[in-house]
């Protein structure tokens, strides 16, 4: 394991007065099956999954979903397919239904039954979103989830958190976009955006259309942006084998400039068009950027040897949210919600059940008591049929004994291809302190690898503009990319 000490240079904040405060409210989620008798998968009704948040107030929200998905130990193979509904007080409810919902996009992943894979199959999915209302008042967001083919499915060691954008007498600017799908009664007919090509090309918004892209206005203070985007994909090409495609985020400035590549780039193997639809993720915060008015954009590729065989991914369901840490107007106008982003790009590994740190923001201060929204992106890999555990944990300066660890997410590699993606995310409430943050893992069996892992955090209270500080270091063979904006 390689760590990064950092070396801190901050202003106080004695005298200033107490900044913004931003809504948050979670949610945890143990463990829950969907099972069906119904036959015909237009039959099959979406059911609550039991994840679910009810705000008290705001109409302007980003919300974060992570969870696992199983197989539940039985055969047969089976297509999961999950949404968010907002504001949804009925029961079950059909494709039909769900296409006026007014919710998420309906994302979906293959799970391969236990004869086919040979153990109890784990997937991850992130989902995330800004959903925006005609007024303030108690808003629900329900995760639901149904299957096809009349197979049971597992949704479980789920968390959501929903932040509320209204605060300090305005709305932190965000944008949001996601691809265009088509919902029918027997089901959603997604946009594909193909490519073959081993260079960067952008996720498309339709099928042959525009750039996927959101565009961000802060012209009055600049600052940082949160950025959360994410996906499903699948295998494109006829030529049989394995296709491993990649994907990150990219800001643009107004004159359609490229600024910089955020975080890190996230990968997955697919190995079968029809039977491997798969999920990905990705976090990131930009640079403290300058004012003006920037674009989020969303790019993909395939490795050389997918593309010398012809063969090619497919990302669809995307979607790409954008929320700005610095008040643009309001009562404290040119404040910022402080925040810190840090990426591991080579890979660690990990043969043991005991946990262990694949990336860590060390020695991060906060003035005053608060919450923290943490959320990471990784990809997966290993020898044989294995699966990891991952969560996100918070200690006190220099501790090795955690005070706050996410509900752990489980991913399975080597069952198809081996290499996968995944996400977790959390949010935990702290007292004025300093403190560490981390992303964790372990296995089960054999030897567990991450890379691209990235890590990010932000506060919920506002504090002045303090000085920036940025800082890059490499050890050993280990890259370590570092960004924060936090004083102490």
Not at 136 to 146: C, K, M, P, Q
Not at 274 to 288: F, I, P
Request: hydrophobic share 35%.
């Amino acid at each position: 394991m390689k760590i990064v000490n950092f070396l801190l240079v901050c202003l106080s904040l004695a005298g200033f007065a107490t900044g913004a405060v931003l809504d948050v409210w979670s949610d945890t989620l143990d463990n829950t099956s969907f099972t069906t008798t119904e036959s015909g998968q237009e039959n099959v009704l979406f059911a609550t999954s039991g994840l679910s948040v009810t705000t008290t107030g705001g109409k302007d929200f980003l919300v974060l979903s992570s969870f696992t998905t199983g197989n539940n130990a039985v055969d047969n193979n089976r297509k999961g397919r999950w949404q968010v509904a907002t504001d949804y007080s009925g029961g079950d409810y059909s494709y039909a239904d769900s296409a006026s919902m007014g919710g998420s996009a309906i994302y979906e992943r293959w799970i391969n039954g236990k004869a086919i894979s040979g153990v109890n199959e784990y997937g991850s999915i992130n989902m995330s979103g800004i959903y925006n209302f005609g007024s303030s008042g108690n808003h629900s967001f329900d995760l639901h989830h149904r299957t096809d083919y009349g197979a049971d499915l597992l949704t479980r060691n789920g968390t959501m958190v929903v932040v509320g954008l209204n605060v300090g007498g305005t709305t932190l600017r965000h944008g949001t976009v996601r691809q265009d799908t088509t919902i029918l009664s027997t089901g959603p007919t997604p946009s594909m955006s193909e490519t073959t090509s081993a260079g960067w090309s952008t996720v498309k918004k339709s099928s042959n259309g525009p750039d996927l892209a959101t565009t961000i206005d802060v012209k009055e203070f600049g600052g940082e942006i949160f950025v959360a985007a994410s996906m499903n994909c699948n295998k494109s090409g006829s030529a049989a084998g394995t296709v491993a495609g990649e994907w990150q985020l990219v800001l643009y400035d107004s004159e359609g400039a490229e600024v910089e590549r955020l975080g890190t780039t996230i990968k997955r193997e697919v190995t079968d068009e029809a039977k491997d639809d798969g999920a990905a993720m990705l976090y990131a915060t930009t640079s403290d950027l300058p004012p003006g008015t920037y674009t989020v954009k969303l790019e993909q590729k395939v490795d050389a040897t997918s593309a010398d065989a012809g063969l090619g991914v497919k990302t669809f369901n995307a979607s790409i949210n954008a929320v700005a840490l610095t008040l643009q107007d309001g009562d404290e106008a040119g404040q910022l919600f402080e925040s810190f982003s840090v990426g591991n790009t080579t890979a660690e590994s990990n043969d043991s059940v005991d946990y262990l740190r694949a990336v860590e923001q060390e020695s991060f201060t906060l003035a005053e008591d608060q919450g923290l929204v943490l959320a990471a992106n990784f990809t997966t890999s290993g020898s044989g049929a294995q699966t990891g555990d991952l969560e996100v944990s918070l200690y006190e300066e220099n501790s090795s004994t955690s005070i706050y660890d996410s509900m752990e997410t489980l991913r399975t590699v080597g069952t198809s291809g081996s290499m996968g993606a995944g996400g977790v995310i959390g949010y935990d409430e702290l007292v004025a302190g300093t403190y560490d943050a981390a992303l964790n893992f372990r296995s089960d069996v054999n030897t567990f690898s991450i890379t691209g892992a990235n890590l990010v955090g932000f506060t919920t209270e506002s504090v002045p503009e303090p000085t920036t500080v940025s800082l890059f270091a490499l050890s050993a063979g280990v890259a370590i990319l570092f960004r924060r904006h936090f004083c102490c």
